[in-house]
């Protein structure tokens, strides 16, 4: 079945400590987004990109990098300098874009800080 | 900048109630409007959506209809069921832009 994979399900870092979070995608699709939820709050965009190697800043991507070597694949690091890194993290993939275009999620990394 | 407001949560219902659960819109273009839904612990999944002026999305007894005068996209079930406890989020996307702008999300208790 085609869908999107993020791992880990639950992550915990120690302060000062840089994350990797994956997201894998067998949807065949060229857009790919990095999403921020805190509770009782919206999705914020961190990071998206439109093909392979290339990437832009959403609208909070201090703190974040990513990378997009492969169509299927692009990995969100939380670095240390994101002040206040505990919040779920949603990643999607859209298509060939247009009005119609729909964008999938996978099911969420809950990234903890001790 | 783009905008979505939802009414506020959470909204308590029982089962076999209607629900409206109401979003209105800011668009500097002309945007294409959605409703996901989120169940606890898991992702978004796209529940309906409507790409111009008076389409109705529709999907699982859901509906909602895209109003251009007065800018906006409510969310109505005629008979809700337990199952249908979720947290609901208004997005829109400007025109051929790829990026999604999210409403605050509306938490939605049915009980039985």
């Known amino acids: 079945d085609g869908g999107i994979t993020q791992s880990p399900k639950y992550l915990f870092r120690k302060e000062g400590q840089n994350v990797t979070l994956s997201c894998e995608q067998n949807l065949n699709h060229d857009a790919m987004y990095w999403y921020r939820q805190d509770p009782g709050q919206g999705l914020r965009l961190i990071y998206y990109s439109q093909i392979v190697n290339d990437f832009q800043k959403g609208d909070i991507a201090e703190g974040y990098s990513v990378s997009r070597e492969k169509k299927e694949s692009f990995p969100l690091t939380v670095t240390s300098a994101q002040k206040n890194p505990t919040a779920f993290y949603l990643c999607?993939?859209?298509?060939?874009?247009?009005?119609?275009?729909?964008?999938?999620f996978g099911p969420g990394t809950r990234l903890t800080v001790l | 900048g783009d905008s979505v407001t939802q009414m506020e949560g959470p909204v308590t219902l029982s089962e076999e109630a209607f629900l409206t659960i109401n979003c209105t819109y800011t668009a500097t273009g002309y945007p294409s409007l959605f409703w996901y839904v989120q169940y606890p612990g898991e992702g978004l999944q796209l529940l309906l959506k409507?790409?111009?002026?008076?389409d109705k999305g529709s999907n699982k007894g859901f509906e909602a209809t895209y109003r251009k005068e007065t800018t906006s996209f409510h969310l109505e079930k005629g008979s809700v069921q337990v199952s249908d406890s979720a947290v609901y989020f208004c997005a829109l996307k400007e025109g051929s832009a790829r990026q999604l702008t999210f409403g605050s999300g509306t938490q939605l208790t049915v009980l039985p």
């Open positions: 409507a790409t111009k002026a008076d």
């Open positions: 999607a993939s859209s298509g060939r874009g247009g009005r119609a275009d729909t964008q999938y």
